[in-house]
Each structure stands twice: as C-alpha cells, then as structure tokens.
C-alpha cells in the first residue's frame, strides 16, 4: 500500500509552529516511505477563511521544503459534502435539530446540575413531522447532528498504541450548521475518502473527533484509515504552548533569521527518542522519521535548542553554498572569511557584525596603552597566514604577557569585542594600516 497523508489548516490565520510541527510529520512520514503529501485547504468558512492566509500557508511550506504532490480547497468541494449528507440522511444517521444554543445551554445545566453528563439529549429525534413543519414554520432552520451508534470505537494509533473512545459518552456531532454550513468533520471524512488517504496524522486534540470521524467513514461505507495523534507541544517550563502559538508563527521565524533547516530538524526532532541534530536536508530527516522514536509524554518546545541547532546549521555551510546569501548582504569577503566566521554564527546575518570586523569601522578596547604601543611595536611587516602567532609570540617576549593577559587585550584592540572569530584566521583579512590604527586608538 502506498501511503499517502494530507495536511488540512483552515486558512484563519498563518502557520505556527504547532501546526507546522504536524504537516512536517505528516511529511516526514510519507516522504520517507516514497509516500505523497496532500495540501488540502480546509475553508469550508468561507466568512473566516482568507486567500492572503492561503498563500501565506503555501509560502510557509514552500519556504520549509515541506512540497505537495495534490492540493485541494474544501471550498470547491461542496457538492461532494451534499452528497455525503444526503446519503447519511437517507441511512437515517444524520437528524435535523432545532434547539438554539440558549435552549442547548439551558439543557446541559440542569443535566450538570443532576451530576449527569452533559451530552446532547436527543429530544430532537423525538419530533414528529408536524413538530418540525410548526418549528420550520415559525422560521426555524434546522441543524443536522450526526447520530453516533454509542460504542467502543478503538484503532491502533500509530503515535499513541491501542486507542480507544466510548462515542456513548460524547453528543452526536453537529456536521451542518442552521445556517447551512459544513462544519469540518465531515468535509474532512469526505475529502479523506476520495483523496484515498491511508493515514490521517494530527495532534491529539482531535482523539475524541476521531472516534466519531470513524464512524462516519463506515457509515459512508468506507475503511478508516490509520490513524497517528502526535502529543501537543509545551513550552520549555511545560506548560501548554497552545495560548503562545500565536506569536510563534513561521513568517516571524523567517523573519528573525532563522534557518528552514534548523526549524524542521527541531520539530522533527522534539519528543522523539533521537538525537536534537540538525539534519542535512528535510529529505534525510524524513529517512530517519519513525512514530515507534515518539515518546507519549508532550514535546517540549525550548527555543535555546532551535538557537543551538540554527547555528549548527550554519556551522555546516560550505562557502559555495553560502556565497549567493554573503553577496545579496554585501558581506562577501571571501571563502577565507567565510570559513574564520562560521564557527561563530548564530544567525545568517552575523556575518555583517564581522564584516565589519574586517572593513571597519572597529573602536578599539584599549585598558593598557602601554600594552597596545608594546604590540604595534612588534606587528609583523606583512601580515598573512601565520601573522597572528608570530604577533603574539613577539608580544609575548616583549611584554611578558601570556595566557589570557595576551590574548584578550589584542582581540579587543583588534576587534572591540571580547568574543568573536578565531584571531588566527581573522587577522590575515585585516588591512594592516586599519590594525595599526586600532592600535593606535583610532576608530578604523
Ligand atoms: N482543519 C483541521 C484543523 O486544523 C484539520 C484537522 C485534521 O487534520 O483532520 O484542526
């Protein structure tokens, strides 16, 4: 069986990385068994679903390397969704109601207050055709539930091992609003069906909607297929990230600099039992991706581990590969530059904080001008590959300084920072009238 797997975000707002986490699954799933991922838009809302957030979704994945192979709006599917209601209608499965959600509300509190559940009644089933002629009649329009057989539906869940939910405890779901409305559970089964989906992967927020979607899918005559609910992300102190999605959207990271790469090798990674590493590419991470390495407990979503793994991302880049990046920010200094300050990158645009080590302008940090008058002293003639040892070994003598005492002063004359590249490698880019002239006070 080949398998084939669909993500469906409702076009109400851009990606996050919470639903981000579950099209990279389902992904990874697919693309690692030579599978096809579906991009299904769920805008059956029309009133709240957007066309801009649509192509903000498309972009988002694009920009991930998270590619379709289908692509479907719900909105183009109506007739199919007709059809399907029509259907569970005639098999006497799906009812119309007419309680308001005052009426509704009114019923589930005087249940509670009897310590019963507070599951639809199904007094609506008890309507006889003159009740619901005189209902229509005083303009209301009916809702349609669907009417659940009340069992143990169970399915062997990829993420979470045998699974089960008692649909005798829940209320028949609402499918059709009064004013016409396709809510998304049965869309979904629909759409499922004909797109020939095999695995139906998200997070465990819809464990419930799955007990009642199976029964759907057999009330349409159809297998249900299998079925993965990934546990929820907290954030690093554990609480629930849900609230905090909404500022962790997929643009934002793009925009704050980081790497595509770093973002799915985290999401991929999190709540799995294999190593937090950036991976080579999403292709090779989708070799690696198994649901037996996800753990039951939530994955933790901490952003001090993207951070470790965007700058491993960045460690990895070769000059050729970064070169187009360098000269769009006007930061090419070359394959020499390149290599001294990849190891110290955190995000991309770092480069430019160290372009500007090399072609100023640098205030120097000089606490002992007798030190830096000592060192310009015995600066090198020329300065090349092995100036910076034979500097330091020649301050050394000089000055007696060694260790610490004789590294930092020159790294902060020569770069105004206490940290930064390796001086070995950075020293042979500097001009050497721009080092004397830091040595000397200057700003250059
Ligand atoms: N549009 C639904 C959501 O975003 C899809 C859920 C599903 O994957 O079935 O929650």
């Not at 009064?178 to 809510?183: A, H």
């Not at 160290?354 to 600066?379: Q, S």
Request: include cysteine.
């Amino acid at each position: 069986m080949s398998v084939k797997v669909r993500f469906a975000p409702s076009p109400t707002g851009r990606l996050h990385v919470g639903n981000v986490r579950t099209a990279l699954v389902n992904w990874l799933f697919a693309k690692g068994q030579g599978g096809a991922f579906v991009l299904r838009i769920d805008d059956t809302d029309l009133e709240r679903s957007t066309k801009e957030f649509e192509t903000g979704i498309e972009t988002d994945l694009q920009w991930l390397g998270l590619t379709w192979d289908e692509r479907y709006n719900q909105s183009q599917r109506f007739d199919r969704y007709e059809e399907a209601a029509a259907r569970l209608k005639t098999a006497g499965r799906l009812y119309p109601c007419y309680e308001t959600s005052d009426e509704l509300d009114r019923r589930r509190k005087v249940q509670l207050s009897r310590g019963l559940p507070p599951i639809y009644d199904r007094a609506a089933l008890e309507l006889t055709d003159e009740d619901r002629a005189k209902l229509e009649a005083e303009g209301r329009r009916p809702h349609w539930r669907f009417k659940l057989e009340g069992r143990r539906v169970a399915w062997e869940d990829l993420a979470r091992g045998h699974a089960e939910v008692d649909t005798a405890s829940m209320s028949d779901p609402v499918l059709i609003r009064e004013d016409g409305l396709f809510l998304y559970t049965l869309p979904s089964v629909v759409d499922d069906i004909d797109m020939k989906i095999t695995h139906v992967i998200r997070g465990e927020d819809h464990v419930t909607n799955t007990g009642a979607q199976i029964e759907i899918f057999e009330a349409l005559g159809a297998d249900a297929p299998g079925f993965a609910h990934m546990p929820l992300l907290v954030g690093a102190d554990g609480a629930a990230l849900s609230k905090r999605l909404g500022s962790l959207s997929i643009a934002d990271m793009r925009d704050q600099g980081y790497e595509p790469i770093a973002i799915t090798s985290h999401l991929g990674r999190i709540g799995t039992s294999d190593p937090l590493e950036v991976a080579d590419s999403v292709e090779a991470l989708g070799q690696s991706f198994a649901f037996s390495k996800m753990g039951r407990s939530p994955a933790r979503y901490d952003t001090a581990d993207l951070d470790r793994l965007n700058a491993q991302s960045l460690h990895g880049i070769a000059y050729d590969d970064a070169r187009a990046r360098l000269v769009a920010m006007d930061c090419d200094l070359g394959e020499g530059f390149w290599d001294a300050v990849r190891p110290n990158l955190g995000k991309f645009a770092d480069v430019k904080d160290y372009a500007r080590l090399v072609n100023g302008p640098v205030t120097p940090v000089i606490a002992d001008p007798a030190f830096a008058a000592a060192a310009l002293e015995v600066l090198p003639a020329e300065i090349g590959a092995d100036s910076w040892s034979a500097w330091t070994g020649a301050v050394k003598e000089a000055t007696g300084a060694k260790g610490k005492a004789l590294f930092m002063p020159l790294r902060q004359v020569v770069t105004g920072m206490e940290h930064g590249p390796d001086m070995a490698a950075l020293l042979p880019l500097i001009d050497r009238d721009r080092i004397v002239r830091r040595l000397k006070g200057e700003t250059a």
